[in-house]
């Protein structure tokens, strides 16, 4: 463990600061006393994600924001509810990578048999669903519902949006079978107490969980596995994206993976 207060890095994967805004205060509020919060805003790629082209342009400057960031961190929280990009992280840092639709899909299935997944646009339930598969997850999700409102859009009416989520979070209990519901974006953090005192069942924010469990793998001492999944990249030429030759050589050569700026181990 650090020895100088745990530093969580969360990065939100577009590029609305409005949004970043939203997930950094989700992660403050879960934090331990003491745990600093640092919220990062890619500095190119879409406004929101909700397509697959976006998705895998935003784990782009995801990755970037990462790289080019020059403060010292502990642990990353990947804030994009599936999608892309953690396993990126994951080859050239040897912090804990955490990715919130794991880390609330965890939690979930730790207080409840079954959970159900509310997101905001029918479009992207296959895409979670993808990702739940990858993470050996899916087979307790009893089903992912949306609220058909753009992500722009969710702050726009706070009271509407609850509303479509509290509505959307029934469905999964009562139809679907949903023990524990699951907030399916980043932008809807902080929306978990309505929805949790309208059902009275648990509801899981995956920026909350991802926050916590990253503070727990710190505290553990461990870190992202180099053997063969994440190994570091081997040194070689990337044209066209500004990933300095000098980041790639290192992170091919040194001990752990970690790339400079990145927060490694004292």
Known sequence: MSTHGTTVLVVNVNTTGAVTEVIRRSALAAAAPGTEVV???????????????????????????VLTHDGRYDAVVHAGFGEVGREALQDVLDVPV???????????CLLG????????????????????LLAGLERRCSGVRSVDLPVLELEADPEV????????????????????????????AGLHGAVRD?????VVD???????LAESLV???????????????????VRGWPWPAAAAR???????????????RP
Request: aromatic share 4%.
């Open 206 to 212: 995956g920026v909350a969980a991802a926050v916590r």
């Open 98 to 108: 955490v990715d919130i639709t794991e880390a609330a899909a965890h939690t979930a």
């Open 250 to 264: 290192d992170a091919g050569g040194r001990s752990g993976g970690a790339v400079p700026g990145a927060g490694g």
């Open 113 to 132: 048999r079954t959970y159900g997944v509310v997101t905001s646009l029918d479009r992207t339930a296959p895409a979670i669903r993808d990702r739940l």
């Open 219 to 237: 505290a553990l001492g461990l870190g992202t596995s180099k053997v063969r999944s994440y190994a570091a990249p081997r040194a070689k030429e």
């Open 39 to 65: 919220a990062l805003t890619p500095r190119f790629g879409p406004a929101s994600v909700e397509s697959n082209v976006e998705s895998h342009l935003s784990a782009v400057g995801v990755l970037d924001a």
């Open 161 to 188: 949006t609850a509303k479509a989520f509290v509505a959307q979070a029934q469905r999964c209990v009562e139809e679907d079978g949903a023990e524990v519901v699951v907030l399916g974006c980043a932008g809807m």
């Open 198 to 202: 309208a059902l009275a069942v648990p």
